[in-house]
């Protein structure tokens, strides 16, 4: 053989007998990992084994303990339930033996209704038959006795009477007096303005007297443009440097103050200027108008009014009322409201509006229909005004009652400031004429001796014959004399009427 083949022979051999190793050793390290495997399987095994068991235990404990809990609660349940149906068993026995008593004193009520009603069917019965007997005894209608009876009652009582109505009169009177005193002097002291009477002056000054001629124009030309486009008359005479205006509208005669005093300062009078002059002075007073409207509200802390109502009540700073300016007053009144509605209680705000606005129903002229008050209202409800301001102003001449505090206490206010010395001018003729028909009216009633109307007609004093009128009569006097002076006389303020029953016997011993 050759050395190769021999070579051959033994590299196959040694790779035959190294596939016979190797896959011999495989078998052994397959063996030893296939044990260790079961050893592992069974290990995890166990444990789950483990594991199932407990978490077996743990749910039959909660089962247990649940079952149990559910057992107790039913239980409770029930006991709830039987004490339940024990007290509705015992409310409805409670119910029907209520109804029983009910029905028993049902039962006595009509029982006792019907002997009641019996009892008064015997009583007209008795009372018919005793006032028959007592007519026929008498002589006297039933009505006629009642007539009598309360005839002699009122004689037997009536000292009686007169005196707890004077201790009445003395208790509550005064002390009423005495606060109400003490509201309405502290509100007037508070109150010291001075009260302007100011009628707008209707004279224009000039510097010269040819300036007259200027004003008269040519055949009157200017005069009568003036007079035609302003609405006034214009008395030009022999007064040294004066010419006078006279209308009874003061808008009117204001306008033609300002137009005539501006074309005098010019010097050139003629219709177009004229007509340009007035076209300026009504633009002038409508800004003074707004301004007076606005100052007045702002002075007395109105707030919220329209400016439309604002621009109606500044027209009353060119309007009077015997000689008092009407814009003025209202201010005046609205400070005294306040004053006394804070002393009282009462709305402060509501009492100042509805004083100041209570005359805004004289801004406007004759056109409008109605007196003043239901002009005022009619506006202020237009112009959605607080209906309790409306409420407060209504009243102040008692043609509406008075709704709440706040009316009584500006027709108060209303009185105070018209009513006191000086507010208010008055001719002598309407004076004189007020005091005759305040004595009139007190003459005209049976028993009236003398009647004296005193402190210029804000008390009259009526002297009554004694024999005609007693102590008790005088004091109806009195209230029937006050209803008729409300009802047929008009007047600021108020009238104090005094009834006097004065009887004097003189005997002499000799």
Known sequence: MSTLVIIAIIAVSALLVGIALGWFLRFIIAL??????????????????????????????????????????????????????????????????????IDEEREEVQELENRTKESLTEIDKLRTSFVEKLSKVTGLSSDEAKKELLENTQKDFEEDLLVRINKLELGGKEKLEARAQEIVMT????????????????????????????????????????????????????????????????????????????????????????????????????????????????????????????????????????????????????????????????????????????????ALDHEVQGTHVEIGRRILQKFNTNPEIIKAMQSHHDEYPHENIEAVIVTVADSISGGRPGARRENVENFVKRLEDLEAIANKFEGVEKSYALSAGREIRIFVSPEKITDFEAHELARKIALKIEEDLKYPGEIKITVIREKKIIEFAR
Not at 37 to 42: P, S
Not at 62 to 71: G, N
Not at 288 to 295: A, N, R, V
């Open 187 to 362: 509100a007037i002291q508070r109150m010291s303005t001075h009260i302007d009477t100011d009628v707008f002056a209707t004279n224009v000054h000039l510097e010269e007297d040819a300036i007259k001629g200027k004003i008269i124009g040519k055949e009157g030309r200017n005069i009568k443009t003036f007079e035609r486009l302003t609405g006034v008359e214009l008395i030009v005479d022999d007064t040294p440097s004066t010419v006078t205006i006279s209308s009874f509208d003061a808008v009117r005669r204001y306008v033609a103050k300002i137009a005539l005093e501006n074309l005098v300062k010019d010097g050139r009078i003629q219709p177009a200027k004229i007509e340009k002059e007035v076209e300026n002075a009504q633009k002038e007073v409508q800004k003074i108008i707004k301004e007076k409207g606005e100052q007045a509200a702002y002075e007395c802390s109105v707030f919220g009014l329209d400016p439309k109502v604002l621009h109606i009540l500044g027209r009353l700073h060119f309007r009077t009322s015997y000689g008092q300016n009407v814009l003025n007053h209202s201010k005046e009144m609205a400070h005294i409201a306040g004053m006394i509605a804070e002393e009282v209680g009462a709305d402060v705000r509501v009492a100042k509006a509805g004083a100041l606005v209570h005359d805004i129903g004289k």
């Open 32 to 101: 030893g990992q296939k044990g260790s495997m079961e050893l592992e399987i069974k290990e995890m095994m166990l444990e789950a084994r483990e594991e199932v068991e407990k978490i077996t235990q743990e749910s039959y404990e909660d089962a247990t303990q649940t079952v149990r809990l559910a057992r107790e609660e039913a239980f409770l349940l029930k006991e709830k339930l039987t004490k339940t149906e024990d007290r509705l068993i015992k409310r409805e026995e409670n119910l029907d033996k209520r109804q029983s008593d």
